[in-house]
């Protein structure tokens, strides 16, 4: 009897540190399996009841600005428009004896003795090349006994030379509907409004610089 005691208790004292190893295992791989865990993410606390009203009234006032900003028009886009029916481009005047408001009509520091005769496109003429041209002094107008437009005051005669002519007559060439100018002669040159669209035709040799237009430049008018 003695003998089964003891082998009980050495078989139960065997058994007793086999389970407590046991236990240590599985706390062992629990620690482990925690250790080797990926951390879980701390959740953030949401927006609170007022921040959620408060970022609500933004957007709406964010809205509202855009709808007022697309209802206003842009003024200068109103005052364009407002120009461009208000002020209807106009025609080209037909030419006309009378001279046009597109030039000045104050007469010219060469004096009016130049105008005296001259029909008025003539005195237009002078008037608009004089103000253009202030340099240029010397006009020939009615000369008494021509048979030509210089004798019924048509004509006017613009004592120039080199660059300063090549530019009073395109200038006058470029006016011509508004001064009602019919021709142009120049540096032996003539230009008419009825085949204007042939520019500059060369003109015979007439003998002389001043024959030839070379020191001044001659403008008939209707």
């Known amino acids: 009897m003695v003998a089964a005691g003891l082998v009980a208790t050495a078989t139960l004292g065997a058994s007793g540190p086999q389970t407590v190893m046991a236990g240590e ?10 250790e080797t865990a990926e951390p879980h993410e701390v959740e953030q606390p949401g927006p609170t009841y007022e921040q959620l009203i408060e970022a609500r009234r933004d957007e709406q006032t964010s809205r509202s600005a855009k709808r007022e900003s697309l209802k206003e028009p842009d003024a200068e886009i109103v005052a364009g428009a407002a120009k461009a029916t208000a002020e209807p481009l106009e025609e080209a005047p037909e030419e006309a004896d009378e001279p046009t408001s597109d030039f000045s009509g104050d007469a010219c520091p060469s004096g009016s003795s130049v105008e005296s005769g001259l029909v008025a496109n003539a005195v237009a003429v002078h008037r608009a090349v004089c103000a253009e041209f202030p340099s240029v002094t010397s006009y020939g107008g009615v000369r008494s006994g021509d048979g030509g437009a210089h004798g019924t005051g048509q004509a006017l005669d613009i004592m120039v030379t080199g660059s300063t002519g090549d530019a009073i ?18 540096s032996q040159q003539i230009w008419t409004v009825e085949r204007a669209s042939e520019g500059w035709r060369a003109m015979s040799d007439r003998g002389s610089t001043t024959a030839n237009h070379y020191d001044h430049v001659h403008v008939t008018v209707y």
């Not at 007559?169 to 120049?186: C, F, M």
Request: zero cysteines.
């Open 169 to 186: 007559a395109d200038y006058v060439r470029a006016n011509a509907s508004s001064l009602g100018v019919s021709e142009v002669i120049w």
């Open 25 to 34: 295992q599985a706390t062992s791989t629990t620690v482990a399996a925690a």
